[in-house]
């Protein structure tokens, strides 16, 4: 079978079920695992986000959408050549990826129409079917069950571990930071998860704006940045956007000094099986009495506040 992913949580999928070399096509974004990369590259973003501060990628992805302008292009000349049996895709947020109506207008016109599997998982558990579905469409059914059942008994065993905390911490996670967003969809069940109450996010639901005021108001305990899409040097560079802001140096969390990066990229944005890595190291942010420190330096980095630039006073 000759498979496209242009999402990089379906590469990493179709990679744990042991179809990488049936990979052949994949988007910008998907460099791992290691495996992934050296295919043949079919996304071209519209915007150089790597040379912009957030606050601009906000705006410019803004007016992109309301002039109707794609963030990202789907080359159909390369998807031609790749000729591909399935295509992994999404429709859950076009500022993420290449949306599904794109995808869809472009593989229409192929000589041979593929199969087309949309991904769009909004719980920890939705996360879980898409990787059975994947395995449905490939013939990798028992390397899926197993993948699974591995994944389900990583997350039971939080879950246990979190019975016996003594109380839940009130957590703020904002995956974008300027402007704020409170983050959505599974982190809020992550949270949940491993032992905290989301004050800002809602399970399922996708990410939102959200005013000082409100972070204000919800009083964390503990705040986690989860910048899509940005790993921990990246965000570093943006913390400006965010603790520049009125009331920030206010917060329980700040004062208590648990405020805590992580690579967003890695193991909050992508719905794939390394979600599961990134509730153990947010289980170990949130009770590092029941859980041991495994999270590698690329993952967890616990926020020095005295090198954070903002008004104090």
Known sequence: MRIVSLIPSGTEIACLLGLGEQ???????????????????????????????????DRRIVERRRAGAPVYLLDP???????????????????CAVGYRDVAAVAERLPRRPEILSLDPRTLGDVLEDIQRVAAATGAVERGRAAVADLRRRIDRVAGRVREARGRPRVACLEWLDPPYAAGHWIPEMVERAGGVDVLGSKGSPSVPVASEAVREARPEIVVLTPCGFEIPRTLRELAGLTERPGWWDLPAVRAEQVWVVNGHAYYSRSGPRLVDGLEYLAQILHPELFPWTAPLEAVLHLDLSSVPGDRA
Request: some cysteine; charged content about 20%.
């Open 23 to 57: 990979l052949i096509g994949v988007s910008h974004e998907c460099d791992y695992p290691p495996e992934a990369r050296g295919k043949s590259v079919l996304i071209r973003p519209t915007l150089a986000a790597d040379l912009l501060a957030s606050a601009e990628i």
């Open 77 to 95: 000349d390369l998807l031609a050549r790749a000729a591909p049996d399935l295509i992994l895709t999404q429709a859950l947020c076009d500022v």
